[in-house]
Structures are given as C-alpha cells and as structure tokens.
C-alpha cells in the first residue's frame, strides 16, 4: 500500500457486481469474456455515462442473466489497482428480490451455489475475503492492488453503514 497515494486516486472505470441471495443459494456467473473472463463472480460490469451505480447493476443483471433485480442494498466498495495503470471502483450490492428464471447469455452463465460451498478456487483472489462480509449483510470498504490475477496487497475496513455513491 505504501506507495499508492489513495486520497488522489481515481478510477479509469467504474463498475458494479451483485449478488442475488435466496435462502441458503447465492446467484453467481461464470463469465465468458471481459476482465475476468473464466473465472466465477456476481453478475456486474462497468457503469455507463450517465449512469447511476444502482442503474447500473439492474442492468447488467439483466444483460447477463436475464432477471429483474429489485431491493438492491448497497454493502460494499472495492478500489482495484493493478500494477499496469489500470483501476476500477466497484460497487457491491446485494439482493433477495429479483423476477424471472436466470439465463445463459453471451456473457456469462448462471451458477446457484449454496452459500456454504462458494466456489472460491474459481474466483478472484480477494472474493474470499470479502463476500462472507456480503452474505452477513456487512458493510465495507476496501482497496487492492493486483498484478494481473494475482493479489499483492489489501486493506479492508468495515464500516457502520453502507459507502456512499461515487464522488468522482
Ligand atoms: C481484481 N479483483 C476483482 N475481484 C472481483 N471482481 C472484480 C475484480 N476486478 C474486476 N472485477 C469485476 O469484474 C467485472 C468486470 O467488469 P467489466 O470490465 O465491465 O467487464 P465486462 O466484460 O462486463 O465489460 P463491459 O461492461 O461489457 O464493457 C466488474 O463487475 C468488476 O467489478
């Protein structure tokens, strides 16, 4: 972390992922493409001008997986720094409302999982760190650097209620 200054830092991309809970299942892709392509997550992707963050994520699920999520809470956000420039500041939300069946998309695959069986091992390397925080409704922020997949460093905080909407 030291030699990141993160009260300058800003984002190339904004982003978003969502994670649709019901029960004792948790809705997750295999993505097809795009940053990340191969491994397991939330159905999300990057904000549009213009866009709200909550926009956002209804969209992409709907692009993705093809359902209607409502009730979006808004639990966490991530600051992704990656040694060759690139950043994303993601917003992570979660919900137990959504409408219609999950579909195979051109980008991505739907995936039900019991929250006790995340396949971790398919995943980013920081989603173990912070998608049990997700399932038990804790908000967070948190930065990271990576080189390529692979993790460098991290600092996470918990927070007393959910970050706030961007600012930059
Ligand atoms: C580094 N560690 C990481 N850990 C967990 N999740 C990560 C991540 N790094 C990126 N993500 C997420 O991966 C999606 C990519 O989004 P994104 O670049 O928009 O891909 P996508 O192919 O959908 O692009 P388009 O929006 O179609 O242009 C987006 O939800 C973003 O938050």
Request: net charge negative; charged share 30%; hydrophobic share 40%.
């Amino acid at each position: 972390m030291a030699d990141i200054d993160w009260s300058r830092w800003t984002p190339v991309d904004r982003a978003t992922l969502v994670f649709v809970l019901s029960g004792d299942d948790i809705l997750l892709i295999e993505k097809k493409r795009g940053l990340g392509g191969g491994k397991v997550n939330g159905p999300g992707g990057k904000v549009d001008p213009g866009e709200s963050v909550e926009q956002c994520a209804i969209r992409e699920c709907k692009e993705e997986l093809g359902i209607d999520v409502s009730e979006l809470e808004q639990l966490g956000e991530h600051r992704f720094q990656f040694v060759d420039g690139y950043s994303i500041h993601c917003w992570v939300f979660r919900t137990s409302k959504w409408g219609g069946e999950p579909v195979e998309t051109d980008e991505a695959v739907p995936l039900w999982r019991r929250t006790d069986a995340i396949p971790y091992e398919r995943m980013w390397e920081d989603d173990h760190i912070w998608l049990p925080l997700i399932l038990e409704g804790k908000a967070f922020t948190a930065d990271w650097i990576f080189e390529d997949d692979t993790m460098l460093d991290h600092r996470l905080t918990l927070l007393a209620q959910a970050p706030g909407a961007p600012t930059e």
